[in-house]
Structures are given as C-alpha cells and as structure tokens.
C-alpha cells in the first residue's frame, strides 16, 4: 500500500483572499515584515504564494511604510568574512 499515490497535494492559496481583506495597511509593519527577506528586500510571490494584485498592495504599503519610516530601506550587513584592510 502505497500512501504517496493516495496523498493530495497541498493547495496553494492567497493568504488574503482566504481572510477577504480589502486592503493592506502600510501601518501594519507585522504583517508587512513577513513579505521582507532578511536583506529588505520584498519577496517574490512565488516564495509566498499571492496573487498579482495582492503582491502590488503589498509592495505599495511596504514602499509606503518605507517612506514613512515605519521599515528600513536596507539592513546592515552583517559580514563574516572579518576586518579585512583593503589597500
């Protein structure tokens, strides 16, 4: 008996959609750091799946929480690579 032929895979769904939100707050910087990977960059929706029109809600509120300085534009980088001197 295999169990892998019997399994459904798993469906993807838009997180907003699912709770019917109408728009997404810039203020809610919570919910928008998910969307942020650890450099600031906005996530790709194929990361966490979206659908186009939520994943241009999302960019326009992190843009704007980024402008009014609720989230950074960039993190500092942290380097491993030790104190070189260059030159």
């Known amino acids: ?3 892998f032929s019997a399994r459904q895979p798993r ?4 997180q907003f959609c699912k709770e019917n939100t109408e728009f ?4 809610d910087t919570q919910l928008l750091r998910k969307y ?3 450099r600031g960059k906005i996530k790709p929706p194929s990361r966490h799946w979206r659908l ?9 509120a992190i843009k ?3 402008e009014m300085a609720l989230l950074p534009y960039t ?3 942290v ?3 030790g104190n070189r001197d260059r030159g």
Request: net charge positive.
């Open 1 to 3: 008996a295999n169990d």
């Open 11 to 14: 469906r993807k769904y838009c």
């Open 24 to 27: 997404i707050d810039y203020k």
């Open 36 to 38: 942020i990977d650890d």
């Open 52 to 60: 186009p029109q939520h994943q241009h809600d999302i960019a326009n």
């Open 64 to 66: 704007r929480a980024r």
């Open 75 to 77: 993190v500092p980088v």
């Open 79 to 81: 380097s491993s690579r």
